[in-house]
């Protein structure tokens, strides 16, 4: 059977007829980019029990298809990223995920399936933007998790989205 999928304001339901499920949305307050086009996101990041029957376990088999086919049907408008715990992008249509966080904490770098945690230099009291946050990717040799080896070229496509996206600064990496 294939399942019925909706969204409104607050939340999506799944439901493939035995069970159903109730998934928090949130609709995007910020412009599309050809990096992250999406109109909401939807938070499976708890996504371990079904709606109904209440509190029962689902299979991580089943976990897994059922994440495919709600990123197949918001593939298009209105469009949606699946976001996992701490933000983790785990399907949908964007290419990454930034959440710019202040010094100490790092800020978050997300591509399906990996996260980099990236320092933060700390407030010099600079009042530009890009002076005043700026990214610190010295030493970064590869993702936070899972722990896979990460290139000069593919940290300068990170450093370069995130320029893009909100306007930073960034440092620790070599002159091209």
Known sequence: MNPTITVDRQHLRYSDGGHELVLSVEWSAVAKTEDCPIDFEID????????????????????????????????????????????ALLRGVSKFRFSLQLHPTPSYYYEVGRFLAIPMVPATGEKEWHRKYVADFTGITEWTDPKLPLDENHLRLIADRIIRKERIGVTGLSAA
């Open 44 to 87: 499976a990041g708890d996504l371990q029990t079904w709606t109904k029957p209440a509190g029962e376990p689902i299979d991580p088999i089943q976990r897994e298809q059922v994440l495919h086919q709600i990123a197949a049907h918001y593939s298009k408008a209105p469009s949606a990223d699946i976001i996992g715990k701490k933000g």
